[in-house]
C-alpha cells in the first residue's frame, strides 16, 4: 500500500513537473539575498523555509490548475495527448486534491512569513489562474506567466523586510522578461496546433521568426535590468562575474534555436534555463557572503 501511494504521489509530481521548481526557487532566493543585503542581516533558517515552501506551493497550485483547465486541449494535441489527465494516468479528484493541498501550503506559509504576504497572496492567485486561459484571447500569455514567476524573487524580498524595495522590483521584471522569452521558445514546437485550434501566442502572431526576435529583445532586457542591480549595495565583481556567465549562456541558448531548426529546443529550454537561475543565485549568494 506505502508503494503504491508513493508511487501516486510521483505521478502527481510528474504531471506538474516538479523538477522544474529549479527555474524560478533560486530567483525567489535571489530576492532573499537581496533582502537580506538591505537588511544587514541573514534571514532566518525558519524565513528560508517558509519562503521555499510558499515558492513550491504557488508553482504546484499553478501547475495544477494549468494541467486541468488544459486538459482538454491537451488531449487535442499530438504533443501533449500523453499527459497524465488526458491520458488517464491521474484522475480530476487527484489532481484537484493536489491543487487543493498546494493551496493550503502556500496560504500557511504566506501567513507564517508575515501579513503583507498574507494579503498579497490572493493577487498572486489571480496571475496565477489567468494565466491558463490567457492563449485563449492574448498572446500576451508569455508576459502573464512571466509575472506569475516574477513573484517569486519580489515575494521573498516582502517575505524578509515586509515593504517592496526597488532591487526586488528591478529583480522582478528580469524574470518576467527572462521567463516570457522562453516560454516563447517553447510555444514554438505547438505553433501549427495553435494556429488551427485558435489559441494565441507570439510564435502565431509573428511567426516563427519575429517571435524568435523578440526573445532576444526580452532576454537583453533581461540582461540589462540585471546589470542596474550593481548599483545595489553589497554586489560587487563576483555578481558581475555571474552575469558575464549568464550572457554566455543566453547566447549559446539562442544559437540553439533558430527558424527551421527547433531540434534542440529541449536543452535550450530545460537546461539552460535551469543554468542561468541557478548561476544568478549562486553568485549573487556569493557576493553577499564575501
Not at 529549479?22 to 544587514?40: D, E, M, R
Not at 492567485?125 to 484571447?137: A, E, I, M, P, Q
Request: with cysteine; hydrophobic share 55%; glycine share 8%.
Amino acid at each position: 500500500m506505502n508503494a503504491l501511494r508513493w508511487s501516486k504521489v510521483t505521478t502527481l509530481l510528474e504531471m506538474i513537473k516538479f523538477s522544474h521548481t529549479v527555474f524560478a526557487l533560486p530567483f525567489a532566493l535571489t530576492g532573499a539575498v537581496l533582502a537580506s543585503l538591505a537588511n544587514g542581516r541573514p534571514p532566518t533558517f525558519s524565513q528560508v523555509f517558509w519562503i521555499c515552501v510558499a515558492m513550491a506551493g504557488a508553482r504546484t497550485v499553478a501547475m495544477g490548475l494549468n494541467r486541468i483547465i488544459d486538459a482538454r486541449i491537451d488531449a487535442e494535441n499530438p504533443r501533449t495527448a500523453q499527459r497524465h489527465l488526458p491520458a488517464g494516468r491521474v484522475s480530476y479528484p487527484e489532481a484537484w486534491l493536489l491543487v487543493a493541498v498546494a493551496l493550503g501550503g502556500f496560504l500557511l506559509a504566506a501567513w507564517m512569513l508575515n501579513p503583507l504576504c498574507l494579503v498579497l497572496s490572493p493577487v498572486a492567485l489571480g496571475f496565477l489562474v489567468l494565466y491558463s486561459y490567457c492563449k485563449r484571447f492574448t498572446s500576451l500569455a508569455h508576459v502573464v506567466l512571466g509575472i506569475c514567476l516574477a513573484a517569486a524573487p519580489l515575494g521573498a524580498w516582502i517575505a524578509l523586510r515586509g515593504s517592496i524595495g526597488w532591487p526586488a522590483v528591478i529583480l522582478a521584471m528580469a524574470v518576467m522578461l527572462w521567463v516570457a522569452g522562453f516560454d516563447i521558445f517553447y510555444s514554438l514546437q505547438d505553433v501549427e496546433f495553435d494556429r488551427q485550434y485558435g489559441l494565441y501566442s507570439f510564435p502565431v502572431t509573428l511567426g516563427v521568426a519575429g517571435a524568435i526576435q523578440l526573445t532576444r529583445v526580452f532576454h537583453a532586457g533581461m540582461m540589462v535590468l540585471l546589470f542596474s542591480l550593481l548599483f545595489t549595495p553589497g554586489l560587487g565583481w563576483i555578481y558581475l562575474v555571474g552575469l558575464l556567465v549568464v550572457c554566455g549562456l543566453l547566447i549559446y541558448e539562442h544559437l540553439l534555436v533558430r527558424p527551421g531548426d527547433l531540434s534542440k529546443l529541449d536543452a535550450a529550454f530545460f537546461n539552460m534555463n535551469g543554468y542561468i537561475s541557478v548561476t544568478i543565485f549562486l553568485f549573487t549568494l556569493a557576493d553577499g557572503i564575501i
